[in-house]
């Protein structure tokens, strides 16, 4: 029997009646975060770490159902390594390096994602979103056990917000009725359709493509590899171009491009999902329809990204088509960059132009999502006679010439933004140092004797040195930074030495590089921390 939901416990959220309701004046938050899903359970969760008080309103009492998102890139299981629960999405999900392409009945080519050694997170994992929010929530809720400030109200729905220079008044519906409450900040991770968006005045720029898919998951006992295929016309015309992917308990994740002008209703009836799936599949292949929706391609995102005292964050802020990979995974990196800034600016130790620092910088990554995610769907369904003849003849060309593949984009799978420009950075003053340690970039991981770099960075500012010296701890208007040396070994020198003799850098708090130097000068890292922290 097709269901709509899968069969696995889920911690939820049931509205509870909250001590605010009773209050004869409207309590005050700090930070209000509306919207539970993955970005913002894991925006509440990076507060609630750093001691400040997080209060989630959704509209829901639950964990959503469906796949939707479900490749789970390195940087994001790095991410809630960081929180404490990568190693849970990591064994749950499932690890996949090969990818294969196929025109027509035809392999074209493969690729493998295996990231090198020294890393303790593969390139990818899937896992659909509803185990991904269960890993969040089942963390917040051992965060909150430890004393972590993190609140979450289900079957609350923002109604309306009135935002003023000093907070942000929001009007709250529930099922005893309505309430009100105050923040000093307020995070819209409220999806696509955002009430809180649309309460501001506030809209995307950018495309909506004409052009339907629709998710159909599987589950089935079958001989597919775990791998992600993705045929360009495929030979059992169940739609235009069709992808497959592997995930948990045996479920697969099937998209089919069926055109815009269809009947969303008559396309999601359990009858025409099967016809498709069983085009697909062949007549011989039982399986079970566990969950199906249709979706279109959209690359847009917000003009910014900050207004005032309300900030937005994933599919609020931005959007683009799922092949990629990009949407949760930059959702999540939002989060990460957000956080940190939130807590200095709310200790007093940063300015509140700090904040829009964030909306500069994550727009920067919006924009790479958006033109990656807008070249794979001009290449997935060409839209004149010529592109698609040229689309055609790449694929020939490819599957005997390695030149040509790189022109291939069934969706460039994503990776995390380097902040270059960012008004946030210091000097790169490194000579012969590596490129992909350079300022604005992500620190990349590295195997060491007593653990993976990454997991031994902390929460707050580091000063990583190889081959000099440097004090154990630096302050700096308040803020800590504290020293973690790092052995000249293999992977190491590689990946932040280069040709340099020694190295100095200065990673900020989501493990991006601030600053990097030959050698440690305190009067550069003060300056160059005072400029990450807005106040250069």
Known sequence: MWTDRYTIAFHAYPYERAVDQDRSAPARHPVVIVGGGPVG?????????KGVPALVLDDHDGIGMGSRAICISKRTLEIADRMGCGDELADKGVVWNLGKVFHQDRKVFEFNLLAERGHKFPAFVNLQQPYFEKVLVDRIRAAQAEG?????????????????????????????GPYRIEADWVVGCDGANSPVRTALGLDFEGRVFEDSFLIADVRMKAGFPTERWFWFDP???????????????????IDFQIGWNVDRKEELREEKVRARVSEMLGPDVEYELVWSSIYTFQCRRMRQFRHGRVLFAGDSAHQVSPFGARG?????????????KLDLVLRNLAPEGLLDS???????????????????????????????IFRDAVLNLSEHHAFARPLVNSGRLSVPCVYD????????????????????SPCPDATLENGYLLGLLGDGFTLLTIGTDAPDEI????????????????????????????AV?????????????????????????????GKA
């Open 41 to 49: 359970m894991a925006t509440a969760l990076d507060l609630g770490l």
């Open 148 to 176: 972590a400030p993190i609140e979450i109200r289900g079957r609350n729905r923002v109604q309306d917000l009135t935002v003023r220079a000093d907070g942000v008044d929001l009007d709250i519906q529930t099922p005893d």
């Open 235 to 253: 030979p059992f015309k169940s739609g235009a171009s069709a992808l497959l992917h592997k995930q948990p308990d045996d479920v697969w994740r």
């Open 328 to 340: 949760a995974n930059s959702g999540i990196q939002d989060a990460d960059n957000l956080a940190w």
């Open 358 to 388: 964030y909306s500069h910088e994550r727009v920067q990554g919006a924009d790479e999502n958006v033109l990656n995610s807008t070249r794979a769907t001009d290449f997935i369904t060409p839209k004149s006679e010529m592109s698609r």
């Open 421 to 440: 420009g960012s008004p946030l950075n210091g000097p790169d003053a490194l000579p012969g140092g590596p490129d992909r340690s350079r300022v604005g």
């Open 475 to 502: 302050i700096v208007d308040g803020i800590p930074v504290r020293r973690l040396h790092l052995p000249a070994e293999e992977a190491v020198i590689e990946r932040y030495l280069g040709d340099a003799h020694s």
């Open 505 to 533: 850098y200065l990673i900020r708090p989501d493990q991006h590089v601030a600053a990097r130097w030959p050698d440690f000068d305190a009067s550069a890292v003060r300056a160059a921390l005072r400029r990450t922290i």
